[in-house]
């Protein structure tokens, strides 16, 4: 395990045990960044703790967080070429409320590749976690070893839970979605649509859920579960099935053969 992976799990599970606290308690001091995007006190401190962490750690690493933006490496040391990934608490909207489907989300790229990543949830203490090339993993416990991850045999989208993510209805981008969301949903077996979509990706990645799209995904969503999904022997890729999801924000994982047939429906040249 590389060591910057060993510091991902390490500040995952410390963000862990701060939301969990926040949770509980149900008092949450929140500001509206935009219309129906919220982010609370737990989401500025989680993150400030993280940049924290890695910035003593590897004081050359860049860090992009979706709270404080792009952070240049310090300036008095060279840049390394590595650049973190950070959602402190991905589902802010299911927090405020008490839905218990929320995570934090840390990837790790080198020159643009992302070659590790972290999903924990932090009411279940559940942590996926992969490094390129060593597969996809899930600890719960300290007494237990980690489980190998592998997507689920899923072949057809008949035959699919998927989840995805819509805007806010109040959202000018609602009306666009709208038909791609339908156009799956009439064709695989069932869709959720749970506020969390890192969260959703880790399942993917653990079988339970076969397939995953979404028309605009940051980064810092995507990179960790992209990364699990196929350590996980999964597919990743954006609507027109190639490899820019993570520029383009378009995104759809899942098995092989049901990401397929995703852009088959949803592809920018797909027919009506």
Same mark, same amino acid.
């Given at each position: 395990?590389?060591?910057?992976?060993?510091?991902?799990?390490?500040?995952?599970?410390?963000?862990?045990?701060?939301?969990?606290?926040?949770?509980?308690?149900?008092?949450?001091?929140?500001?509206?960044?935009?219309?129906?995007?919220?982010?609370?006190?737990?989401?500025?401190?989680?993150?400030?703790?993280?940049?924290?962490?890695?910035?003593?750690?590897?004081?050359?690493?860049?860090?992009?967080?979706?709270?404080?933006?792009?952070?240049?490496?310090?300036?008095?040391?060279?840049?390394?070429?590595?650049?973190?990934?950070?959602?402190?608490?991905?589902?802010?909207?299911n927090?405020?409320?008490?839905?218990?489907?929320?995570?934090?989300?840390?990837?790790?790229?080198?020159?643009?590749?992302?070659? &590790?990543?972290?999903?924990?949830?932090?009411?279940?203490?559940?942590?996926?976690?992969?490094?390129?090339?060593?597969?996809?993993?899930?600890?719960?416990?300290?007494?237990?070893?980690?489980?190998?991850?592998s997507?689920?045999?899923?072949?057809?989208?008949?035959?699919?839970?998927?989840?995805?993510?819509?805007? &806010?209805?109040?959202?000018?981008?609602?009306?666009?979605?709208?038909?791609?969301?339908? &156009?799956?949903?009439?064709?695989?077996?069932?869709?959720?649509?749970?506020?969390?979509?890192?969260?959703?990706?880790?399942?993917?990645?653990?079988?339970?859920?076969d397939?995953?799209?979404?028309?605009?995904?940051?980064?810092?969503? &995507?990179?960790?579960?992209?990364?699990?999904?196929?350590?996980?022997?999964?597919?990743?890729?954006?609507?027109?099935?190639?490899?820019?999801y993570?520029?383009?924000?378009?995104?759809?994982?899942?098995?092989?053969?049901?990401?397929?047939?995703l852009?088959?429906?949803?592809?920018?040249?797909?027919?009506?």
């Open positions: 395990m590389s060591d910057r992976l060993q510091l991902a799990l390490e500040i995952a599970a410390e963000a862990s045990l701060e939301i969990a606290s926040a949770f509980a308690s149900r008092r949450h001091a929140l500001h509206e960044k935009s219309p129906n995007d919220f982010a609370t006190e737990t989401d500025a401190s989680v993150e400030g703790h993280l940049v924290r962490r890695i910035s003593t750690t590897f004081p050359g690493d860049r860090i992009l967080g979706e709270e404080g933006g792009e952070r240049e490496s310090a300036s008095d040391v060279e840049p390394s070429g590595y650049r973190w990934i950070i959602d402190p608490l991905d589902g802010t909207f927090f405020i409320h008490g839905f218990p489907y929320i995570a934090t989300s840390i990837a790790v790229e080198f020159e643009g590749e992302v070659v &590790a990543g972290v999903i924990a949830n932090p009411l279940t203490d559940e942590v996926f976690y992969a490094e390129r090339g060593e597969g996809a993993w899930l600890t719960v416990d300290d007494d237990r070893p980690p489980h190998r991850l997507v689920s045999s899923c072949r057809t989208l008949s035959d699919a839970l998927v989840a995805s993510v819509l805007p &806010a209805s109040a959202s000018g981008s609602f009306t666009r979605v709208l038909p791609k969301w339908t &156009a799956v949903a009439s064709r695989c077996a069932s869709i959720r649509r749970t506020g969390a979509a890192a969260l959703d990706l880790a399942h993917v990645a653990a079988g339970r859920l397939g995953f799209f979404v028309m605009s995904l940051a980064a810092w969503d &995507a990179a960790a579960g992209g990364l699990l999904v196929r350590e996980a022997g999964g597919s990743v890729c954006d609507f027109d099935g190639d490899n820019r993570l520029s383009t924000n378009e995104v759809i994982a899942g098995t092989v053969p049901v990401c397929a047939e852009v088959r429906v949803l592809g920018n040249r797909a027919p009506p």
